[in-house]
C-alpha cells in the first residue's frame, strides 16, 4: 500500500480515504455523523462481542500495578500522568511528532478492568471466536 504524501495523519484533513463508519465505544466527534460499528449490530449477543473489542480501545496501554501496591503510592501515581496530560510541553512533543494522545484518568481504567474482568465465560468465547486469527 502506498501512502498518501504527507501520512497517515493528514488523511482525514486532506480527504485522501474516505471512511465508512467508526468502531468505537464512542463516537469522535471529528467524524460527525459517521455511523458507527455498534449501529449495524442486530442482537443483543453480538453486541457485547464488539463493546468487548472496543472496550479495549478505550484503554489501549493502561499502567497496571498489582493489588498489593499501596493507595497513597497509586494515588501518586495517577496524579503524575493527569500532571504530564496537561503539561504544555509534553502536548508540543506529541503534536510535534504528529501522535494522537488521548488520556483516560485512573477511575475509568479501573471500570474498563472490571468491565472486562466480568465478561461472561460465553461471550469471551465468543470473542475468541470472532477475532482469533485461527477462528474457523
Known sequence: ???PEGGSPNWLA??????????????E??????PNA????KNDADRKVLELHFTQKTAARPLVTPPEVPAE????????????????????EIDKAKMEFDFVPGPEIDKIVAQIAATPPEVAERYAKAFSPDAK
Open 1 to 3: 500500500m502506498v501512502e
Open 14 to 27: 486532506d480527504k485522501q480515504v474516505t471512511v465508512l463508519m467508526q468502531g468505537a465505544l464512542k463516537n
Open 29 to 34: 466527534p471529528e467524524l460527525g455523523a459517521l
Open 38 to 41: 455498534l449501529d449495524f449490530i
Open 73 to 92: 503510592r497509586v494515588a501518586m501515581l495517577r496524579k503524575a500522568f493527569e500532571m504530564l496530560a496537561q503539561d504544555k510541553e509534553f502536548l508540543a
